[in-house]
T-cell receptor, first 110, second 114 residues
Framework: EDQVTQSPEALRLQEGESSSLNCSYT??????LFWYRQDPGKGPEFLFT???AGEEKEKERLKATLTKKESFLHITAPKPEDSATYLC???????????FGSGTRLLVRP | DGGITQSPKYLFRKEGQNVTLSCEQN?????MYWYRQDPGQGLRLIYY???????QKGDIAEGYSVSREKKESFPLTVTSAQKNPTAFYLC?????????????FGSGTQLSVL
């Protein structure tokens, strides 16, 4: 069964304190791994898609990496506006639908 | 601007009542989806549609119904059979390409029971 586990559930950082969020997955043939950002009371906003192990993508202070078992979302020198819930999802080759993790709630304090 | 519009933002349901959540997109996407989000849980798929006049059940379809009469519209009805409807409901769409199932989400509807 396809499964996604995100850790930690919540993370508090001081502004400028870099860290990483983890997304571990089990899927029968990875078709794509997706990262989304969700602000309270709003819909998720797309960040990255990763397709194969070793792939990396960057956007401002965020960098996503992928291995055969997990993905990391690295946040470098975060700012308070980076505070949000970050969702990870995978799509396997045997199924059309995305499987979402429960998310990591990030709080960046000034 | 292109996007997905969900309405209403907040909805209250009385016991035994059916309520309908609206979802409209002007992105010309073929596929549309309904997800349910509960606190501390991942998004769970209720229904999805890949083409007009066709839709499939997701993981938690019981107590819900949908229609897809137009490409732009995918309304969700929460029926009285859904005993625990309080949740945040998200509508999404995608292009349905073979290489990228990136989803575009609406801003959500918070449904509560009176």
């Amino acid at each position: 069964e396809d499964q996604v586990t995100q850790s930690p559930e919540a993370l508090r950082l001081q502004e400028g304190e870099s860290s990483s969020l983890n997304c571990s997955y089990t899927v029968s043939g990875l078709r794509g791994l997706f990262w989304y950002r969700q602000d309270p009371g709003k819909g998720p906003e797309f960040l990255f898609t990763l397709y194969s192990a070793g792939e990396e993508k960057e956007k401002e202070r965020l960098k996503a990496t992928l291995t055969k078992k997990e993905s990391f979302l690295h946040i470098t020198a975060p700012k308070p506006e980076d505070s949000a819930t970050y969702l990870c999802a995978v799509q396997g080759r045997s199924s059309y639908k995305l499987i979402f993790g429960s998310g990591t709630r990030l709080l960046v304090r000034p | 601007d292109g996007g997905i519009t969900q309405s209403p933002k907040y909805l209250f349901r009385k016991e035994g009542q059916n309520v309908t959540l609206s979802c409209e997109q002007n992105l010309n996407h073929d596929a549309m989806y309904w997800y349910r989000q509960d606190p501390g849980q991942g998004l769970r798929l209720i229904y999805y549609s890949q083409i007009v006049n066709d839709f499939q059940k997701g993981d938690i379809a019981e107590g819900y119904s949908v229609s897809r009469e137009k490409k732009e519209s995918f309304p969700l009805t929460v029926t009285s059979a859904q005993k625990n409807p309080t949740a945040f409901y998200l509508c999404a769409s995608s292009i349905m390409s073979a290489t990228n199932e990136k989803l575009f989400f609406g801003s959500g509807t918070q449904l509560s029971v009176l």
